[in-house]
């Protein structure tokens, strides 16, 4: 009912920079807010960045400055440009959206299937 598909992740150098993009495909759902998540190995899946369908963002202390979160509501497609990557960036990154059924009684989330991102030293 709600599909994400991400693209854009990638193998990079230190302080160059993705941009990933997920898009939403939803039937009889209305897509609140998107997000991404990411998790590297052995650690725990964190928030990266969330986007509210008015627009308003929120990001980790870690990731602020350099990433930015952005939508295009038409497209039901979520942005994350990534600037000066650093190697501890490394993880996969997963799209995720809120939504709402068109009656609005119920709200679930939804994930994509994860995409690597690799920065090297």
């Known amino acids: 009912q709600v599909q994400l598909v991400e693209s854009g992740g990638g193998l990079v150098q230190a302080g160059g920079s993705l941009r990933l993009s997920c898009a939403a495909s939803a039937s009889a759902f209305r897509i609140n807010a998107m997000g991404w998540y990411r998790q590297a190995p052995g650690k725990q899946r964190e928030l990266v960045a969330v986007i509210t369908s008015s627009g308003r963002t929120n990001y980790a202390d870690s990731v602020k400055g350099r990433f930015t979160i952005s939508r295009d509501n038409a497209k039901n497609t979520v942005y994350l440009q990534m600037n000066s990557l650093k190697p501890e960036d490394t993880a996969v990154f997963y799209c995720?959206?809120?939504?709402?059924?068109?009656?609005?009684?119920?709200?679930?989330?939804?994930w994509g299937q994860g995409t690597q991102v690799t920065v090297s030293s």
């Open positions: 995720t959206a809120r939504a709402t059924t068109r009656d609005g009684i119920y709200e679930t989330s939804y």
